[in-house]
């Protein structure tokens, strides 16, 4: 059995919606280097709706595929639907995930939070109640 | 295009038709057991024999100090537990270096659980082990060092006879991990002086499964298998006679093809590296010039390892990373780090070995599709202004 499942290696070799959103309402990175996890959203919300996404991530296989599937499962929904993204809905879509790569999911998930939160913040929106605590990557102890 | 280009010849490496020819008769039709009395055993004993004056003839040794075990990692672990065994009663301090592989590495922190004391060696930018450095660690209670002959993931040649000659003035026994290194540099007990030596046949073309210890006379040490009292009561267990011909065969083959083979490598490895080194915010790591032939080690800055490598197997391309994620710990590179590379970097490290079957038109395959798979993770990658 491969390392990868076929979802997560056409997300990999193909990522869809890669780049950074002109005129973005909502941004958000996460992770950082010395874990070898950057994730960053960037997104144009309108009437509510993310009408456009684009990601951008330094990262191995499944950072890649998880943050461009993060991208495709988030795409023209609202930003409630948006909030409801789960790290095990983005691993599921890609047909699974190794256990010791279930990390990189969360990372997606939460570098979609943080690109909301953001679209709260500039409002002047305090976005913890809504969007919850944007916590570092702990996926390594540093 | 569908192509193969096996570029991790540090990994492991296919089985020459020498070996496959010299290990054949051993598993079709002379399998018979070397300890057997009979003359169908007494030849199987012969071709025991053979292989091990092959082995010693190649390291400039003499056959009763070469013993036969079942790869690299089993030499590593017998020479340092065995040492650690025989010599406990005189100290138990052991050195070692900061980029040793697994083997020796791991050996030595079980060894601490036991109450060894271990000190490791820090290394150069280069990964380089300095014999000062040495000689400042070492104790009256002292009784092995152990140094790797060439660093598996950056290709760093140590200056083993002074580190040698270093521990016996410190009154320590010396043992070199030579696993990348036989077959590939010329590798001389006599001249290194070293007391014990650990090889590992799919290293140069021989079969996995299959490795030796060279042990220099009189040096104690315990051993590891108890049982029918093989390799001279050293190392019981029935003789891998398959595996051990085709070891001897495949190393008298490297040998004698060496200088020759050395030089392609190096000028091909050289053509490699001018390549890769003209990609931006590129670093060549390892020694310039005191590294094994067909190394080429790199850190692309702002991409990511595991990555890099998948692409290149998209593209036919064999290779391998020191990064985190690719690594089952989670941790990177212990060799990169030790070199003093700064962490968020040593995710974006590629190793390229080569070997005797790559060509000129692999190396500018490797140089057109790693410059082509870098620049793409650079387009995907936040911390990458274009």
Known sequence: MALYSDKVMDHFTNPRNVGEVENANAVGQVGNAVCGDIMKMSMRIENDIIQEVKFKTFGCGSAIATSSMATELVKGKSVDEALKLTNQAVAEALDGLPPQKMHCSVLAEEAIRAALADYYTRQGINPVPIVGCIEDCDCCNH | MSRFLYADHAATTAL?????????????????????????GQQAKEVLDNARAQVAAALHADPSEIFFTSGGTESDNWAVKGVAEARKNKGRHIITSAVEHHAVLYTAKYLEKQGFEVTYLPVDGYGMVSPDSLRAALRPDTILVSVMTANNEVGTIQPIKELAQAAHEGGAIFHTDAVQAVGHIPVDVEELGVDLLSLSGHKFCGPKGAGALYVR?????SSLFHGGGQEHTRRSGTENTAGIAGLAAALAAAVAAMPAESARLTALRDKLTAGLSAIPRTRFTGHPTQRLPGNASFIFECIEGEALILRLSALGICSSTGSACSSKSLEPSHVLMAMGLPHEIVHGSL????????????????????????????????????
């Open chain 2, 217 to 221: 006379r009189a040096v104690p040490i």
């Open chain 2, 351 to 386: 190793r390229l070995t080569l070997g005797e079957e790559n060509t000129e038109e692999d190396v500018d395959y490797l140089i057109r599709s790693v410059t082509q798979v870098v620049a793409g993770l650079r387009e995907l990658s936040p911390i990458w202004e274009g």
């Open chain 2, 16 to 40: 020459s038709p020498a070996a496959l020819e010299a290990m054949l008769p051993l598993m079709q039709t002379e399998y018979g057991n070397p300890s057997s009395l009979y003359s169908f």
